[in-house]
Each structure stands twice: as C-alpha cells, then as structure tokens.
C-alpha cells in the first residue's frame, strides 16, 4: 500500500518536475496530490483512541527507560520538530549517538526506518529504540508499568491483558504514527484559502519542482520519496559512515542516507544524518548546490544553479510547511 502510494506520488512529482514553471500557483492536480493521505498502520496494529492515549503517556513517561528518567521525548521534542536541537543526541547508558536524531513527523508514510532503513517496519525500530537508546530491558520495564494501577488497567483494557514489551511497542507505534504535520499554511494555500503564505513561498515552491529538482527525492505529499541517497555529506570524512550500503552490502549504496520529509523541517535544526548543517537555508544551500564530489553520489544530485534570492525563495517555501497543531501532555499514572 505504501509503496503504492509513494509510486504514484513519484510519478506525479516526475510530471510536475516537466511543467513549465507556474506563475502564481498550483494547478488542480498538484492541489489533489499534496495533501496527505490518512496515516497508515499494520492490520495487526489498528489505532483506537485508547491505544492512542496510552502510547502518548508512554512516548513521554520516563519509567520507560533503564535508568528511570529518559523518555522518548528526551531525544524527539514537540516544540524541536520531533527531533534534538544537538547534532548528537546521549542515550540512557551515557554513550553518543553517531546520528543526528531524525523528526517523527509523517514516519507512518515512511518504511524501512532509520537513517540507514535497517529496520523494516516501526514495531522493529521501536523495540531497537526503546533497547538501545533507553536501556530497557521489556519484561523489567513491563513489570514496572503493571505496578501502576491504572496502566494495568489501561493494557488490559486496550489489549486484553498485562502490559509486556510487543503491547507497549504496539501502544509506542501508535502514538508515533499520528504525528503527522499535514495542516500546515502551505496545505491550505493548496485547499485555496488566500493569503495563507507568501509570494516568495509560492515562487519557491516552483523552485523546489522545476528549477531546483527537489521534488524527484522529497516527492509530495509526504515530501519523500522514501529513497536512499548518496549526496556526499560523507565525503572527506576520515571514518566515512556508509549508511545504507552496510546494510545492503552494495558497493553504490555507500554513503546514502534516507531523504527525510520535509513536512515542518523548519524546527528540526541542525539538519543531516550528521546534524553537520546548522540552520535551514544552510541546508538547502548545500542540496542546492549538487553536493560535495563522491563515487557514490546520486546523479540526481546536482547544481542547479539557484541564486541568493532563490535559495531565500525555497526556504519560504519550506517554512510555510510547518504545521502548528498544539501539544497537549498527558497526564501520568
Ligand atoms: C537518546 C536519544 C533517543 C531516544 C531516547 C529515542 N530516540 Fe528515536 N532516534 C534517535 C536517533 C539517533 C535516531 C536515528 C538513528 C539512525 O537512523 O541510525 C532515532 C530514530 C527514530 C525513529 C526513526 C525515524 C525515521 O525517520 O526513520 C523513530 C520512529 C524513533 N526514533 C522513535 C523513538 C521512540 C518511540 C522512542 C522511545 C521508545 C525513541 N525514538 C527514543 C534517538 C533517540
Ligand atoms: C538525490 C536526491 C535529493 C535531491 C535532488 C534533493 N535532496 Fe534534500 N535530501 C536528500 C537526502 C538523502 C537527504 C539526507 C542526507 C543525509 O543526511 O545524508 C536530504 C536532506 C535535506 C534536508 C535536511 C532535512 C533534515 O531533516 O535533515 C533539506 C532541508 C533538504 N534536503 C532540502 C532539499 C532541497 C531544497 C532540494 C532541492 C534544491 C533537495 N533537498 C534536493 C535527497 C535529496
């Protein structure tokens, strides 16, 4: 289903990437095709709003990790895109992370996960997550939460028994899925409400499909096209991250990386696998400008030779994709 989805957005982006540049605004088709469609989940893991409330006093509730006081939100905050404001984010046994942490945003539309897309669903990645980063062990932690009265109360409602480590997973992924950023200015520019962003946005979003090729990797609506890319971030590195290619063993898979939605990238400064890019317009600069000169890197990845002004355009643009629904926390047990 996914892959359909991302089929048919690539093959409307490869259209749009043809037109001749737009004055002043979207056509039909590209308003029916920018808007995101429901969020996706496994049959096996259907939402329901209890689920849903569940997984959201888990995502923030630091009894989930080993040494009781991180949570998932230490590394991926609301206000910071889903992401950390650091380039490298410490996990609960005090060791770095040799990645930048990613956004949430929009990870329903997006499988395999991480950077590298070494897990293929999110219940993999969130089980590795929950390990690795906050040093849990799942029957301890399971343990802990069944203590709490009203979370055993909760799983046995929600699941019909005790919490354990593939229910509070389920209940994880859940929570995690609906972090979609899809109201966002720009979006109801597309649903034509006048006025919602800028001149220079919509000149930048022409920029983004036609002059500056964005769109071939960051396909709307999900602005991904779940891909792997080579775009020479590694390049020069005295202990060069091959990414993708240690997990695919293929030699022209080194050094490529998932290209990560642009939906509300706005807050997730820094930017890149390596957090190596300080702000946004820094980041666009450098996809703009082709990349840095590697074996590996994607043809695709090119110079287009966007000017100062057009470089402000596109992050105008990508500003006006950030969504701004509130958080609400939840109240723990
Ligand atoms: C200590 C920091 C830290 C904590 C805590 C943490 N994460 Fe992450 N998260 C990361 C990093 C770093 C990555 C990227 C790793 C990579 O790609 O190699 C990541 C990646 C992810 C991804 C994949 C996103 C994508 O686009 O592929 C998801 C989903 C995720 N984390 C969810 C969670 C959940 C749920 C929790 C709590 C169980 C959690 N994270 C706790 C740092 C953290
Ligand atoms: C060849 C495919 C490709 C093209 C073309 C491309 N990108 Fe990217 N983009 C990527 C990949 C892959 C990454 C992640 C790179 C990494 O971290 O190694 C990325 C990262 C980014 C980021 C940082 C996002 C984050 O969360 O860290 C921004 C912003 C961005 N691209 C904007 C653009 C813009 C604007 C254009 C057009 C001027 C563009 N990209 C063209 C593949 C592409």
Request: positive net charge; aromatic residues 8%; hydrophobic residues 35%.
């Amino acid at each position: 289903m996914k892959h359909t989805l991302f089929a048919a957005t690539a093959a409307l982006a490869l259209l749009a990437g043809c037109t001749q540049p737009m004055s002043g605004g979207t056509s039909a088709a590209e308003k029916r095709m920018s808007q995101l469609p429901p969020a996706p989940a496994p049959a096996d893991n259907a939402p329901t709003p209890e689920k849903l409330a569940l997984g959201k006093q888990l995502f923030f509730d630091t009894r989930l990790s080993g040494s009781g006081t991180m949570a998932c939100e230490n590394c991926h905050y609301r206000d910071k895109g889903w992401a950390v404001p650091e380039a490298l984010s410490k996990r609960d046994d005090g060791k770095m992370n040799t990645r930048h942490t990613p956004t949430l945003y929009n990870t329903a539309y997006i499988e395999p996960l991480y950077w590298d897309g070494r897990s293929a669903t999110m219940e993999i990645q969130t089980m590795a997550a929950w390990r690795n980063q906050m040093g849990a062990d799942p029957d301890k932690i399971a343990a802990r939460l069944n203590a709490v009265p009203a979370y055993k109360a909760a799983f046995n409602k929600v699941y019909g028994m005790d919490a354990n480590g593939a229910n509070i997973v389920k209940s994880l992924t859940t929570y995690v899925r609906s972090l979609v950023s899809g109201d966002s200015p720009w979006d109801r520019h597309e649903k034509g409400v006048s006025g919602a962003v800028s001149a220079d946005a919509i000149a930048g979003f022409d920029l983004f499909l036609n002059k500056g090729r964005c769109a071939s990797c960051h396909t709307p609506p999900v602005y991904t096209s779940g891909g792997f890319y080579n775009v020479g971030l590694e390049a020069g590195k005295a202990t060069p991250d091959a990414g993708r290619g240690a997990i695919t063993k293929k030699p022209e898979d080194t050094g490529a990386f998932k290209a990560p939605t642009l939906r509300s990238v706005a807050l997730s400064a820094p930017y890149f696998h390596d957090g190596s890019a300080k702000t946004l317009e820094e980041a666009v600069r450098y996809m703009a400008s082709g990349g840095k000169a590697d074996p590996n890197k994607s043809p695709l990845m090119v110079d287009t030779k966007l000017t100062d002004r057009e470089i402000a355009q596109v992050v105008e643009f990508l500003k006006a994709l950030t969504s701004d629904e509130p958080l609400v926390r939840p109240t723990l047990p």
